[in-house]
């Protein structure tokens, strides 16, 4: 299969490049995706030896590439790799009897592998509608049809393929690798393949080092990455996520969204993914498409200011310590139309047909102060500016 030979050279060229941090979580996903317990147990032994005799760059990737040459060898099984639909929701609307708020109508759809953000600041409805696509809340009007693999049977088979993980999530006993292997058991899975399919999901997790921890003791960002190893054991179809950053450093972040990233790519369990979040930047990044609530109502440039629906800028988002009355004069020259200004950042909108470019270029002639630039154009940042 072209995509898994694919991969397997970008783990490669990551490893040659000295990226073995991130060689190594891919390296694992190609793994995973061959199915097959033989694999995970080089993987397992491979995970062993870069911990305990923490090899430098070099003798991690010659190792490396000898394991990626035989997951190569082992292939994989996986087969429909077309974007599907999973989660076909028209017109759903809620409303709670107390304080008079109501969501939608809306339409959301979700497809296989694909990543959906779901943003807006607090109280906007985003839990309502991550509960209302997890079959966790009833909505008033409006349909979800759902399209899995295979049929759901009943309300418990829904909730298996559809994974919500609240903000707040589930207290857990016991050690780490107890608790993935009884997941694994409650899953018909046993013997060795539980054995090593937990092991490779804690150091896919980036859990490896605390595997013999008990829950209580982990952080909460490191929980948050148990509750995800724990999840997508039961090989779930949609993960609904409620603020899964909301514990992390922004490095932690970034790597979270990552992960979910290639994890939903997997070639063999594929998923899809909504996640709500306030890290709106980060979000968008890894993002497929963006749905942003404000009141439980979709924004778009049109709801928002109907009157310039068929207008384009180019938005820059600019930190600068230059006064607003210098910086609009010396932006002239750039095709600078108007400024707002939030307090912290300036929001600077140029015409259509300037670039970016164009407008650092007046920017360096002109000798303006700036410690960060963001072209915000295409981005939900643009509604969060008033
Ligand atoms: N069970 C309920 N009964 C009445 N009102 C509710 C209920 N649950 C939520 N709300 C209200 O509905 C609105 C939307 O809440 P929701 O939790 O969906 O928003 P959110 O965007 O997820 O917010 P946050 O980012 O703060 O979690 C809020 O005003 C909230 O107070």
Do not use: C
Not at 78 to 93: E, V, Y
């Amino acid at each position: 299969m072209d995509i898994f030979e694919n991969r397997l050279s970008e783990v490669s060229q990551h490893y040659q490049n000295g990226d073995v941090s991130l060689g190594f979580r891919r390296m694992i996903d190609s793994a995973l995706d061959t199915g097959k317990t033989s694999i995970l147990k080089d993987m397992i032994e491979f995970t062993e030896w870069k911990y305990k005799a923490q090899p430098d760059t070099a003798a991690e990737n010659q190792k490396a590439q000898g394991l990626i040459l035989k997951i190569r060898n082992a292939g994989t099984p996986a087969k429909d790799l077309s974007a599907q639909p999973l989660i076909l929701a028209k017109g759903i609307s809620k409303s709670y009897s107390k304080g008079g708020f109501k969501l939608g109508p809306l339409d959301v759809s979700v497809q296989k592998s694909e990543i959906v953000g779901l943003v807006g600041e607090n109280g906007n409805g985003k839990t309502t509608l991550l509960r209302a696509l997890g079959g966790e809340l009833q909505p008033d009007s409006g349909k979800i049809d759902y399209h899995f693999s295979t049929p759901y049977k009943n309300s418990y088979d829904l909730q298996t393929r559809l994974v919500y993980i609240p903000q707040r999530i589930e207290v857990l006993r016991g050690g780490l690798m107890d608790n993935l292997q009884f997941t694994l058991t409650t899953h018909g899975i046993t013997g060795e393949d539980n054995f090593y399919l937990a092991q490779t999901m804690l150091a896919r997790m980036g859990l490896w080092p605390y595997k013999d921890l008990n829950w209580n003791r982990l952080s909460s960002g490191y929980k948050m990455r148990f509750e995800l190893a724990r999840t997508l054991l039961r090989k779930p179809e949609v993960l609904l996520l409620d603020e899964p950053l909301a514990n992390l450093d922004i490095l932690a972040q970034q790597i979270i969204l990552e992960d979910l990233r290639y994890l939903s790519s997997s070639l063999l369990h594929p998923f899809g993914v909504v996640l709500s979040s306030q890290q709106l930047y980060e979000v968008e990044k890894v993002s497929d498409k963006i749905i942003f609530l404000d009141k439980g109502k979709l924004v778009n440039d049109s709801s928002i200011q109907p009157e310039i629906e068929n207008e384009k800028y180019l938005i820059l988002e600019v930190d600068s310590s230059a006064e607003r009355e210098k910086l609009q004069l010396q932006l002239q020259s750039a095709g600078l139309v108007k400024v707002h200004f939030n307090g912290g950042n300036y929001v600077l909108y140029f015409a259509e047909d300037k670039s970016i470019q164009d407008v650092m270029a007046v920017m360096s002639s002109e000798k303006i102060p700036v410690t960060y630039i963001r072209d915000i154009s295409n981005s939900s940042r643009r509604f969060f500016i008033n």
